[in-house]
């Protein structure tokens, strides 16, 4: 079955940086696009970034464009987000989403905590 976990979230202070990262399996990984959505508490989860399967297209939203970098390694079914300059409205858990077969499927997150 599909499974995506996360990882890499953490505390981090504003100003700094974090990786994080999404393991996928129960699917053939290099077919599909890829997504980063997070959700803070109290609001409504966001889509935060998207790359296509071959990673040559990507999107962001625009509070993370300049700061935030989506990648893929398809040879370790792996999908990215590399967050650089975080600020304290980035606060969130992080969520993994694939839409396979017509179906779109979600990890557990990882929660990303930006605090002086």
């Known amino acids: 079955q599909v499974q995506l976990v996360e990882s890499g979230g953490g505390l981090v202070q504003p100003g700094g940086s974090l990786r994080l990262s999404c393991a996928a399996s129960?699917?053939?990984?290099?077919?599909?696009?890829m997504s980063w959505y997070r959700q803070a508490p109290g609001k409504e989860r966001e889509l935060v970034a998207g790359?296509?399967?071959?990673?040559?297209?990507?999107k962001y939203a625009d509070s993370v464009k300049g700061r935030f970098t989506i990648s893929r390694d398809n040879a370790k079914n792996t999908v990215y987000l590399q967050m650089n300059s975080l600020k304290p409205e980035d606060t969130a858990v992080y969520y993994c989403?694939?839409?396979?077969?017509?179906?779109?499927?979600w990890g557990k997150g990882t929660l990303v905590t930006i605090s002086s």
């Open positions: 989403n694939a839409g396979v077969n017509g179906r779109y499927y």
């Open positions: 790359i296509t399967s071959g990673g040559s297209s990507t």
């Open positions: 129960g699917f053939i990984f290099r077919n599909y696009g």
